[in-house]
């Protein structure tokens, strides 16, 4: 029987893609480098990626990947003149001011609130994090949030969960249930640690090699249909 609720928050719950669009189209305009085109942010986001992979494998510390994503982006695009971390920071400060939830993700929430324990876990930038978490009221829904840059360690690590569990309510493992749309750092971390991991994958992508999916879902509120299967 499923207890406590694992959430991830970015693309899972909130509308990561909207959020950086913006951002990245204010710091365009901040910094006076012309037009932002739907293209060049595709084209930054696969850098983005690349760096937060790096950062799950270990490779890279946080302060790389947020200052390096953008040395290697602005050198691409030839706006070697352009300090990165003053982008950084103004792009960081401006990803807070769109925050939509995907679906009916806020409703979902809400509904589970009275019934499990729910806590977000991430591996975003404490102060963005912070802000979105208060902006979209889900730190009023949730019963706390673990953010990597407070843990000191990033998802998927055994570091990163082992911390988690020390500060939720003592449940089996397996009464655990961890909910989100990356293999590489929702799927790994429960697999690592033996919780019932939930995929979740609105653009039906196939399942690589070496990750257990207890379930799949392609809409947030299908959460219901596993968790009542889970207690049944």
């Given at each position: 029987?499923?207890?406590?609720?694992?959430?991830?928050?970015?693309?899972?719950?909130?509308?990561?893609?909207?959020?950086?669009?913006?951002?990245?189209?204010?710091?365009?305009?901040?910094?006076?480098?012309?037009e932002?085109?739907?293209?060049?942010?595709?084209?930054?986001?696969?850098?983005?990626?690349?760096y937060?992979?790096?950062?799950?494998?270990?490779?890279?510390?946080?302060?790389?990947?947020l200052?390096?994503?953008?040395?290697?982006?602005?050198?691409?695009?030839g706006?070697?003149?352009?300090?990165?971390?003053?982008?950084?920071?103004?792009?960081?400060?401006?990803?807070?001011?769109?925050?939509?939830?995907?679906?009916?993700a806020?409703?979902?929430?809400?509904?589970?609130?009275?019934?499990?324990y729910?806590?977000?876990?991430?591996?975003?930038?404490?102060?963005?994090?912070?802000?979105?978490?208060?902006?979209?009221?889900?730190?009023?829904?949730?019963?706390?949030?673990?953010?990597?840059?407070?843990?000191?360690?990033?998802?998927?690590?055994?570091?990163f969960?082992?911390?988690?569990?020390?500060?939720?309510?003592?449940?089996?493992?397996?009464?655990?249930?961890?909910?989100?749309?990356?293999?590489?750092?929702?799927?790994?971390?429960?697999?690592?640690?033996?919780?019932?991991?939930?995929?979740?994958?609105p653009?039906?992508?196939?399942?690589?090699?070496?990750?257990?999916?207890?379930?799949?879902?392609d809409?947030i509120d299908?959460?219901?249909?596993?968790?009542?299967?889970?207690?049944?």
């Open positions: 029987m499923i207890k406590i609720i694992l959430w991830d928050i970015d693309a899972t719950l909130l509308d990561f893609l909207k959020s950086e669009n913006m951002a990245l189209k204010k710091a365009f305009a901040r910094f006076d480098l012309g932002c085109t739907d293209s060049t942010v595709a084209e930054y986001s696969a850098i983005n990626q690349s937060w992979n790096r950062l799950e494998t270990g490779e890279l510390t946080k302060e790389q990947v200052i390096g994503r953008f040395e290697e982006f602005l050198n691409v695009k706006f070697c003149d352009v300090d990165a971390n003053e982008f950084c920071e103004f792009y960081e400060s401006s990803l807070p001011d769109r925050v939509e939830f995907i679906g009916n806020e409703e979902t929430i809400k509904a589970l609130s009275n019934s499990y729910q806590y977000a876990v991430t591996n975003g930038a404490k102060n963005v994090q912070t802000k979105k978490l208060a902006v979209s009221g889900i730190d009023g829904i949730f019963n706390g949030a673990f953010i990597s840059d407070d843990v000191g360690y990033a998802k998927p690590s055994k570091e969960f082992n911390f988690v569990l020390q500060n939720i309510p003592k449940v089996s493992d397996d009464e655990i249930l961890i909910v989100g749309d990356s293999l590489t750092s929702d799927i790994k971390g429960g697999n690592n640690m033996g919780f019932k991991t939930c995929w979740f994958n653009h039906n992508l196939p399942l690589s090699n070496g990750y257990s999916v207890d379930y799949q879902i809409n299908s959460i219901f249909d596993v968790l009542k299967q889970e207690n049944s």
